[in-house]
T-cell receptor, first 112, second 114 residues
Framework: SQQGEEDPQALSIQEGENATMNCSYK?????LQWYRQNSGRGLVHLIL?????REKHSGRLRVTLDTSKKSSSLLITASRAADTASYFC????????????FGAGTILRVKS | DGGITQSPKYLFRKEGQNVTLSCEQN?????MYWYRQDPGQGLRLIYY???????QKGDIAEGYSVSREKKESFPLTVTSAQKNPTAFYLC?????????????FGPGTRLTVL
C-alpha cells in the first residue's frame, strides 16, 4: 500500500518561478525524505527531515513537515530548466523496519 | 570513486528464462534494497537486506529471489514465475545499522521481456 502521495501529479512552470510539491502520508513517521529522478536514471537524495523538525533548507530547496496534518511540502525557488525531473517523497516508518515507502511522484517541467 | 553500480543497463529476456541483475556498492553500507518501477509510478520494494546472509521480502517479492553472500553485492534474479517482469529495476544502499538513512541509488537496469 502507498504511504506517501504527492500532489500535483504534474507541474509545468516557467524558469525563474517557484515550484511547490506536496506529500501526504497516513501513519506516524520517523523521517520523511525527498528524492529526484531524471528520466531513465536512478534516484538522487535531496533532503531528509525528521519527525521532530518543522522546516529544513538546502540551497534552493525548502522542505516543511506538519506531523499534525501528516503532510510535507518541497519548495524549489528560482527554478531552472535543469530542475526538470520527477520528485518523490519517501516515508520512513520504524514499524516497517529499516525501509522507505515511496509515493508515485510529481513530474516537474521547467520551461526556458 | 565510491558509489553503487548496476549491470547490465538494458536486459532482454525470453519468456520462461531466469535472468540475474547485478548490484555492487563500495560505500561500506550494511543495507541494500531492490525496487521495481513501472512507467509513471513510484518505487515498489522487492527485497531488502540489512546485513550479510540475511534478507527480507518487500511488498512484491513473488517471482523474484536474492542473495547476500558479500556485503558489497546484492544480486536479484527475476524468475520465470514473475508474470510481468518488464520494468525498470533500481538497486539502492544505505548505512543501515538500525537507522532509516538516506538511500543511494544505482543507475538502474531496464528489463524487457520479448
Amino acid at each position: 500500500s502507498q504511504q506517501g502521495e504527492e500532489d500535483p501529479q504534474a507541474l509545468s512552470i516557467q524558469e525563474g518561478e517557484n515550484a511547490t510539491m506536496n506529500c501526504s502520508y497516513k501513519t506516524s513517521i520517523n523521517n520523511l525524505q525527498w528524492y529526484r529522478q531524471n528520466s531513465g536514471r536512478g534516484l538522487v537524495h535531496l533532503i531528509l527531515i525528521r519527525s521532530n523538525e518543522r522546516e529544513k533548507h538546502s540551497g534552493r530547496l525548502r522542505v516543511t513537515l506538519d506531523t499534525s496534518k501528516k503532510s510535507s511540502s518541497l519548495l524549489i525557488t528560482a527554478s531552472r530548466a535543469a530542475d526538470t525531473a520527477s520528485y518523490f517523497c519517501a516515508t520512513a516508518i520504524m514499524e516497517y523496519g529499516n525501509k522507505l515507502v515511496f509515493g508515485a511522484g510529481t513530474i516537474l517541467r521547467v520551461k526556458s | 570513486d565510491g558509489g553503487i553500480t548496476q549491470s547490465p543497463k538494458y536486459l532482454f529476456r525470453k519468456e520462461g528464462q531466469n535472468v540475474t541483475l547485478s548490484c555492487e556498492q563500495n560505500l561500506n553500507h550494511d543495507a541494500m534494497y531492490w525496487y521495481r518501477q513501472d512507467p509513471g509510478q513510484g518505487l515498489r520494494l522487492i527485497y531488502y537486506s540489512q546485513i550479510v546472509n540475511d534478507f527480507q521480502k518487500g511488498d512484491i517479492a513473488e517471482g523474484y529471489s536474492v542473495s547476500r553472500e558479500k556485503k558489497e553485492s546484492f544480486p536479484l534474479t527475476v524468475t520465470s514465475a514473475q508474470k510481468n517482469p518488464t520494468a525498470f529495476y533500481l538497486c539502492a544502499s544505505s548505512l543501515g545499522r538500525g537507522q532509516i538513512n538516506e538511500q543511494f541509488f544505482g543507475p538502474g537496469t531496464r528489463l524487457t521481456v520479448l
